[in-house]
């Protein structure tokens, strides 16, 4: 079965602190990949699409890494707001249009 | 734009009841849907892809005899949970698509919570 993995976590994170997520899948085919954010008992919201360049968007930086098979997405300076479970998602190489989600990474702020 | 709504939000029912829940993308034409169940702690999990006009995929595991879609628009598809049972109680999520492009970004439902006494 493919996979994606992430950290449960929590991790517990001082307000204005950078925090780092790290996500590895399974499948070296996948040409697909995106990090969502989900709040307690909310639908899922893209966050990112993550390229293989590299991409930045204010505060959050995504990098993917072909040859370890892993993405990563960086926080910096995080606010209280951004609390939440943070979930790596790959597409199935076999299927373009199916995604594979990681469990999450349960992230909390603290003021 | 590319919004998606879901109906109902919240639904508690008695056991051996069936539930249906609608998905709808208002402002663009979905030719995939999803339908994804979400537990407690635990990441979604697709149940099955829904195309437009013909019968939706099941994903190992989840019977189609119990969850029943229908994707009879382009804007609509629904999820008939059968004769629920209390392990059916869970979190469901439908999202759109408008292809089949590779990495074409799916969006999301604000999910239907279900409750089975």
């Known amino acids: 079965r493919k996979e994606v993995e992430q950290d449960p976590g929590p991790f517990n994170v001082p307000e204005g602190a950078t925090v780092a997520f790290n996500c590895t899948y399974s499948?070296?085919?996948?040409?697909?990949f995106f990090w969502y954010r989900q709040d307690c008992r909310k639908e899922p919201k893209l966050l990112m699409s993550?390229?293989?360049?590299?991409n930045e968007d204010g505060r959050f930086t995504a990098q993917l890494n072909r040859a370890s098979q892993y993405i990563s997405l960086l926080i910096r300076d995080s606010k209280l707001s951004d609390s939440a479970t943070y979930l790596c998602?790959?597409?199935?190489?076999?299927?373009?249009?199916?995604?594979?989600w990681g469990a999450g990474t349960k992230l909390i702020i603290k003021p | 734009g590319a919004v998606v709504s879901q109906h109902p939000s919240r639904v508690i029912c008695k056991s051996g009841t069936s539930v249906k829940i609608e998905c709808r993308s208002l402002?663009?034409?979905?030719?995939?849907m999803f339908w994804y169940r979400q537990f407690p702690k635990q990441s979604l999990m697709l149940m099955a892809t829904?195309?437009?006009?013909?019968?939706?995929?099941?994903e190992q595991g989840v019977e189609k005899d119990k969850f029943l879609i229908n994707h009879a628009s382009l804007t609509l598809s629904t999820l008939t949970v059968t004769s629920a049972h209390p392990e059916d109680s869970s979190f469901y999520i439908c999202?759109?698509?408008?292809?089949?492009?590779?990495?074409?970004?799916?969006?999301f439902g604000p999910g239907t919570r279900l409750t089975v006494l």
């Open positions: 998602v790959v597409n199935d190489a076999d299927s373009n249009y199916q995604l594979i």
């Open positions: 402002d663009f034409q979905a030719t995939t």
């Open positions: 999202s759109a698509a408008r292809s089949f492009v590779a990495g074409n970004e799916q969006f």
């Open positions: 499948n070296s085919a996948s040409q697909s």
């Open positions: 993550v390229y293989s360049s590299g």
């Open positions: 829904s195309n437009e006009g013909s019968k939706a995929t099941y």
